[in-house]
């Protein structure tokens, strides 16, 4: 597995292992945690295969989910994932309703967003329900801009991206060089 921990202000990202499988389980397993993610409330088993495939996404990747935790507690998990519906690298945040209201989730979803561009990810996106205020509030806020909009399950649903184009030397290139003659 590629990447390491990030530390921001409050906060240590890892990435995911399978030590942290009871958490992620009761973390998806919780309807105020995960209940409008996309797949909804998750079973132990489809949460140990989304962790397979989390930690196939960092193999692949080099980027992909990370846990969340303030002063070592488990209070969450965000990062990348690669959407099943094919719309690319999608950002995607979850944290105990306990912890809400306090500025976590933007702040691990920015370290992970920041992670995800350094790491030469150019563009990646995220989608929300329209009615999800606090999701759209902490994706505009971390700078991503809506883009498009679909509906799904009678939902409309609203798409983000954040763009990081590839930073270009700042110097000209330099003229090429005479074919130097030799003496004969």
Same mark, same amino acid.
């Given at each position: ?36 993610? /996309? ?64 500025? /976590? ?7 992970? /967003? ?43 649903? /609203? ?26």
């Amino acid at each position: 597995m590629t990447g390491g921990s990030i530390r921001t202000p409050r906060l240590v990202l890892e990435p995911v292992s399978w030590r942290d499988m009871d958490d992620m389980a009761r973390l998806k397993a919780d309807a105020g945690a995960f209940g409008m993610m /996309l797949g909804g409330v998750r079973s132990r088993q489809q949460a140990e295969a989304d962790m397979a495939d989390d930690m196939a996404c960092w193999a692949r990747r080099g980027v992909g989910i990370f846990t969340i935790r303030e002063d070592g507690r488990f209070i969450g998990m965000t990062g990348l994932h690669e959407r099943p519906d094919g719309r690319g690298l999608g950002l995607r945040f979850a944290l105990w309703p306990w912890a809400a209201g306090r500025g /976590l989730a933007r702040e691990a979803a920015s370290a992970a /967003l920041s992670f995800a561009h350094d790491a030469g990810i150019r563009r990646v996106m995220a989608v929300t329900r329209d009615t999800n205020i606090a999701s759209r509030t902490i994706l505009g806020g971390i700078g991503m801009t809506q883009y498009d909009s679909f509906e799904r399950d009678g939902h409309q649903m /609203l798409v983000y991206e954040s763009i990081r184009e590839v930073a270009s030397d700042p110097l000209p290139p330099l003229p090429p060089r005479r074919p130097v003659r030799l003496p004969e």
